[in-house]
T-cell receptor, first 116, second 113 residues
Framework: AQSVTQLDSQVPVFEEAPVELRCNYS??????LFWYVQYPNQGLQLLLK??????LVESINGFEAEFNKSQTSFHLRKPSVHISDTAEYFC??????????????FGQGTILTVHP | ETGVTQSPTHLIKTRGQQVTLRCSSQ?????VSWYQQALGQGPQFIFQ???????GRGNFPPRFSGLQFPNYSSELNVNALELDDSALYLC????????????FGSGTRLTVV
């Protein structure tokens, strides 16, 4: 079985400050890792993903996440946040292949609130 | 790409009733999954369909069932609704698995009273 733990349920931060949203996972097999963002009353949007290769992955809007296999972590970072980054962020994991590779296991979510 | 469309956006049902939620996947996406997101929680995997066959199921009872059609549309059916079924139901489609990343719809908010 897989599990995902997002270590902070809420993260308040001021505009232009850096932020880190923490995610740890547990799995007995190789994994793919994802960060999704959910704005109020909307579905999930894929922010970035790690499939293989470079352990540092980036999104087009300035977020980055680093896969750390030894620490089973996939923390999300942004050096300078904007008001528009206010949303809920979900870390997710799936098997890298196998019969259930289509299934995503999500964490509980982290609400990022950016204050002016 | 046309995205993933879900209908209806909101729905209120009475305990014990049956409900059908609909999803129209992106063209060419032959994998569809359904997730239940209770208030304040992360999404929970209900089941996945690949080429019209269920090929994965989460920890949900048999009263949760689904169908996938050749035209990339799908349905989630829930029988004998319970109050705890109140949630946002998300449909996600992909081209053969998560390696390409799921595209999620905006969801159907189901309230059971």
């Amino acid at each position: 079985a897989q599990s995902v733990t997002q270590l902070d349920s809420q993260v308040p931060v001021f505009e232009e400050a850096p932020v880190e949203l923490r995610c740890n996972y547990s799995s007995s097999v190789s994994v793919y890792l994802f960060w999704y963002v959910q704005y109020p009353n909307q579905g999930l949007q894929l922010l970035l993903k790690y499939l293989s290769g470079s352990t540092l992955v980036e999104s087009i809007n300035g977020f980055e996440a680093e896969f750390n296999k030894s620490q089973t972590s996939f923390h999300l970072r942004k050096p300078s946040v904007h008001i528009s980054d206010t949303a809920e962020y979900f870390c997710a994991v799936s098997n890298a292949g196998g019969t259930s590779y289509g299934k995503l296991t999500f964490g509980q979510g982290t609400i990022l609130t950016v204050h002016p | 790409e046309t995205g993933v469309t879900q209908s209806p956006t909101h729905l209120i049902k009475t305990r014990g009733q049956q409900v059908t939620l609909r999803c129209s996947s992106q063209s060419g996406h032959n994998t569809v999954s359904w997730y239940q997101q209770a208030l304040g929680q992360g999404p929970q995997f209900i089941f996945q369909y690949y080429r019209e066959e269920e090929n994965g199921r989460g920890n949900f009872p048999p009263r949760f069932s689904g169908l996938q059609f050749p035209n990339y549309s799908s349905e989630l059916n829930v029988n004998a609704l319970e109050l705890d079924d109140s949630a946002l139901y998300l449909c996600a489609s992909s081209f053969t698995g998560t390696a390409y990343g799921y595209t999620f719809g905006s969801g159907t908010r189901l309230t059971v009273v």
